[in-house]
């Protein structure tokens, strides 16, 4: 059973429509890459996955659930925002706690959680920090810990990387891509950057006006690609 299917997802805003009839079956465990040239509607597509949007019309499903009309927190997925949105007068312990207070989790399940993310994230040394005093790299990571505390089903990336340099870029890529074998999540991670959906990517959704123009494998879409717009996109990296 797909972890995750979007039905016939449609999106307009005012009159003008930016998403047309998305439908995707998203294995469980997979990382599955959107990628796309800006404006495509890339960001609101997973907007509204998250639940931070609402669909004109379509339906999202998670397992056997339909939580399309579920709030954001009850959906069992969590985004990690392109802007780290880090509190800057917290530590990093209470930065990636944030969420399970919030919830006014039990002391003691808190801490382990806490702790449980920053040993995968590499910040155990760095708990007592502030922000401020962090790397960008580091930056990244503690608002990474702040999904991983809420063990999520499902992990929503936003561009998460376009704000670093590009040696700090490539070594993110490889880390993400050690979590996702870490944490053994679903994940979804929206890009424009054809190399980081090639590289990254089990799968990828190449979107354009709205449209999917293709769902494949990376070999898939380089070898065999369906359109001209797929063709030229993964042929011709920024
Ligand atoms: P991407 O993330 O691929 O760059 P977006 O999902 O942000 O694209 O935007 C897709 C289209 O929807 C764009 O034309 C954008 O201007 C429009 N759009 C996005 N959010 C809103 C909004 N809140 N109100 C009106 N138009 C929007
Ligand atoms: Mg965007």
Known sequence: MATLNLNAIN??????????DISLAI???????????????????????????ESTSGSI????????DAAPV??????????????PHLSVY??????????????????????????ILQLTEKLDLKPGQLSGGQRQRVAIGRSIVRNPKVFLFD?????????LRGDMRVELSQLH???????????????????????IVVLNGGKVEQFGSPMELYHHPATKFVAGFIGQPN
Request: proline fraction near 3%; charged fraction near 25%; aromatic fraction near 6%.
């Open 11 to 20: 999106k307009s805003f005012g009159s003008a429509k930016v998403l047309h």
């Open 27 to 53: 294995e469980d465990k997979e990382f599955v890459v959107f990628v796309g040239p800006s404006g495509c509607g890339k960001s609101t597509l997973l907007r509204i996955i998250a639940g931070l949007e």
């Open 61 to 68: 499903h998670i397992g056997d659930e339909d939580v399309s």
């Open 74 to 87: 009850d959906r069992g997925i969590s985004m990690v925002f392109q802007s780290y949105a880090l509190y």
């Open 94 to 119: 209470e930065n990636i706690a944030f969420p399970l207070r919030v919830q006014k989790m039990p002391k003691d399940e808190l801490e382990e959680r806490v702790q449980r993310a920053a040993g």
């Open 159 to 167: 561009e998460p990387l376009s704000n670093l340099d590009a040696a």
């Open 181 to 203: 074998s870490q944490l053994d999540a679903t994940m979804v991670y929206v890009t424009h950057d054809q190399v980081e959906a090639m590289t990254m990517a089990d799968r």
